[in-house]
């Protein structure tokens, strides 16, 4: 079963203004993480945001943040004020268990992000 | 911060024969290593788990005689995919986590394109 849902294929978004990618998760553990990867066409997996399952304050990271709603078991991201160089594969990914439990990230099928100009 | 290096970034080979991928923490001590793969334009799925000094542990439907991992040092992992095949062309990617990383501590490397002619 897929832990990790995101139903945006690809989304479009106009320099300056604000874009929310959807993720949401299944689980059972009451011990989880939730992160946010950007992946450009090199490949490389940019790390952006992290929320841990405790944390009660949702997480922010410059103009990254993660609106956090637990009982829906969903962990948006929002990019305020978005550039041409966020355009990009976006990845949500869930850790299950304890942060030192040695546990894999599951991924997600991404989203598509294109900043225009 | 904690830095991957994933070498090579490319690789041509000739169908049949094996190649071997490597990734080595530069500043911390990898005990687990994550590794995936990502066909195009489609999410991450993990192939298998390292544990420094034992053998890895190798997801459903992935062939350990084909794609041999090994752990032996906390700063070296690697994978050889043995004799390969067009179907084996991918984006393999690295994820290392060491004992004294952060809950968010999942670093990558920067991934090998492998394409088997």
């Known amino acids: 079963a897929q832990k990790i849902t995101q139903t945006q294929p690809g989304m479009f978004v106009q320099e300056k203004e604000a874009v929310t990618l959807d993720c949401t998760y299944d689980?059972?553990?009451?011990?989880?993480?939730l992160f946010w990867y950007k992946q450009p066409s090199s490949g490389e997996m940019i790390f952006l945001i992290y929320?841990?399952?405790?944390?009660?304050q949702n997480a922010t990271e410059g103009r990254y943040s993660l609106n956090f709603q637990k009982a829906r078991k969903s962990a948006n991201l929002v990019i305020s004020a978005s550039q041409l160089g966020d355009s990009a594969m976006y990845f949500c990914?869930?850790?299950?268990?304890?942060?030192?439990?040695?546990?894999?990230?599951?991924f997600g099928k991404g989203t598509s992000l294109l900043v225009t100009p | 911060g904690a830095v991957v290096s994933q070498h090579p970034s490319r690789v041509i080979c000739k169908s049949g024969t094996s190649v071997k991928i490597e990734c080595r923490s530069l500043?911390?001590?990898?005990?687990?290593m994550f590794w995936y793969r990502q066909f195009p334009k489609q999410s991450l799925m993990l192939m298998a788990t390292s544990n420094e000094g034992s053998k890895a542990t190798y997801e459903q439907g992935v062939e350990k005689d084909k794609f041999l991992i090994n752990h032996a040092s906390l700063t070296l992992s690697t994978l050889t995919v043995t004799s390969a095949h067009p179907e084996d062309s991918s984006f393999y990617i690295c994820?290392?986590?060491?004992?004294?990383?952060?809950?968010?501590?999942?670093?990558f490397g920067s991934g090998t394109r492998l394409t088997v002619v």
């Open positions: 994820s290392a986590r060491g004992d004294q990383q952060g809950p968010y501590g999942y670093t």
């Open positions: 500043d911390f001590q990898a005990t687990t």
């Open positions: 689980t059972s553990d009451q011990s989880y993480g």
């Open positions: 929320q841990g399952s405790y944390d009660e």
């Open positions: 990914a869930m850790r299950e268990g304890r942060a030192n439990s040695g546990y894999a990230l599951n």
